[in-house]
């Protein structure tokens, strides 16, 4: 062993304990950094492209309700798609109420294809439109605007109980879809800051709704409300971790 050799050497076992010590802090440092980056944002798929990875999917019954009212049409929703080919998230982007409650059901339960990129799999989000179309072997026409006539007989819904804190600061307005079991099935924000959407969103899963009735059937129906989110968590404390209410 030569001269530089033996001087490397000897600083080293010297420096053993710092050696190690710089080590597992590299370490460290590096998990971290690994840990910390964010997460990607999911792929964007056209509607065609989106349709192209569908592997099953169910068709949704038809409301008899929007049957008997002559209601029909397409239903949009916007779906987030995991990595392995489930519908992690489902959201109505337009539509009649009855219909769309049917469509979300059935939607949430579709599986596609996965989606790889030169990484592997990833998720994407896409658009779906859900065609309810009335199919009559008689010729007479169906009536003019079914849905205004229906809007005259529904009673809408009503917030029960809304344990979201204090009601003043920072609001967000959503459209909530409320089910016919008072539970709200989905929400589309309508104003308010997009940093405050998902604790919105959060928060209204908590409330409870009288459903809206068509005669005394209760129906599916929209319910545009104000969410209060600002003091929401400091107020109501800890969230419970079942249900994610306070």
């Not at 992690?88 to 579709?110: C, D, F, K, Y």
Request: hydrophobic residues 40%; proline residues 10%.
């Amino acid at each position: 062993m030569n001269r530089r050799s033996n001087v490397v050497c000897e600083a080293a076992r010297h420096a053993g304990v710092w050696t190690l010590a710089a080590g597992c802090l590299c370490a460290a440092l590096s998990a971290k950094a690994q840990t910390s980056r964010p997460a990607l944002a999911p792929e964007r798929l056209d509607s065609k492209a989106g349709a192209k990875l569908l592997k099953s999917h169910d068709r949704p019954e038809y409301p008899s309700v929007a049957k008997f009212n002559f209601i029909q049409g397409s239903v949009r929703l916007q779906v987030l798609v995991s990595p392995e080919g489930s519908v992690r998230e489902a959201h109505v982007i337009a539509g009649h109420p009855i219909l769309a409650a049917s469509a979300l059901r059935t939607v949430r339960r579709w599986l596609f294809r996965p989606f790889k990129t030169k990484d592997g799999p990833t998720s994407f989000s896409t658009l779906v439109d859900v065609i309810f179309s009335l199919q009559t072997k008689k010729l007479a026409p169906l009536p003019s605007h079914p849905e205004e006539y229906l809007d005259r007989q529904v009673k809408p819904p009503e917030i029960l109980e809304s344990p979201s804190g204090p009601s003043d600061g920072e609001s967000v307005r959503l459209r909530v879809l409320v089910g016919d079991k008072g539970q709200a099935i989905d929400t589309k924000p309508l104003s308010g800051q997009p940093a405050h959407f998902a604790t919105a969103r959060k928060i209204v899963s908590c409330w409870t709704f009288r459903p809206a009735r068509w005669g005394s059937l209760p129906i599916p129906w929209y319910l545009d409300v104000d969410v209060p989110v600002e003091g929401w968590v400091a107020a109501r404390g800890p969230t419970d971790p079942q249900s994610g209410c306070p």
